[in-house]
């Protein structure tokens, strides 16, 4: 089955250090990876994503993620994180020959001064 | 940067109402999506649309529900006899072209069936 877990429902960090969101996806083609990113009362906004090539990818606003094909794993990195990256995280998996992308449950991130 | 947009961003019904969400994709993209995010779970697909029919669609996207693209612009979704259980955020998305390129979102339309 064709699946995203996002293992953390909630993280809080602290203004300044570093972050690691977890996506691990289960899918049976040649996945297509993304991670989203919604603020309150915003919608989604794409933050990077992978089709092919380096498996480490940068995205907007500083973050990055690398893609692990042994461990199905999409795992979402911001080395220094801002209060301002206080928002809902999602991961999403997609392949070439659907339209629909598979979001997982989300991560709620909570920044602290 | 062009963007999808959506109307209403809100809407409120009574249960057994019809509502039709509109939004506008992005001028040159050929893929139109629909997806919901009941409140405190996570986003769900439900249909998408290309070349002026229905491409693929979910399990969710029964009967009562439509879609359509009225004009060069907008694109809709109805729902026919809303139910208690259709409040939701209802996203639009459009993009190029299939395979890898990436889905836009617009802010959503937050339902509410009363």
């Known amino acids: 089955a064709q699946s995203v877990t996002q293992p953390d429902i909630h993280i809080t960090v602290s203004e300044g250090a570093s972050l690691e969101l977890r996506c691990n996806y289960s899918y049976g083609a040649t996945p297509y990876l993304f991670w989203y990113v919604q603020s309150p009362g915003q919608g989604l906004q794409l933050l990077l994503k992978?089709?092919?090539?380096?498996?480490l990818v940068q995205g907007i606003k500083g973050f990055e993620a690398e893609f692990k094909r042994s461990q199905s794993s999409f795992n979402l990195r911001k080395p220094s994180v801002h209060w301002s990256d206080a928002a809902e995280y999602f991961c999403a998996v997609g392949g070439y020959n659907t339209d629909k992308l598979i979001f997982g449950t989300g991560t709620r991130l909570q920044v602290f001064p | 940067e062009p963007e999808v947009t959506q109307t209403p961003s809100h809407q409120v019904t009574q249960m057994g109402q019809e509502v039709i969400l509109r939004c506008v994709p992005i001028s040159n993209h050929l893929y139109f999506y629909w997806y919901r995010q009941i409140l405190g779970q996570k986003v769900e697909f439900l249909v998408s649309?290309?070349?002026?029919?229905?491409?693929?669609k979910s399990e969710i996207f029964d009967d009562q529900f439509s879609v359509e693209r009225p004009d060069g612009s907008n694109f809709t979704l109805k729902i026919r006899s809303t139910k208690l259980e259709d409040s939701a955020m209802y996203f639009c998305a459009s993009r190029v072209r299939r395979g890898g390129e990436t889905q836009y979102f617009g802010p959503g339309t937050r339902l509410l069936v009363l």
């Open positions: 992978y089709f092919s090539g380096d498996t």
């Open positions: 649309f290309y070349n002026n029919e229905i491409s693929e």
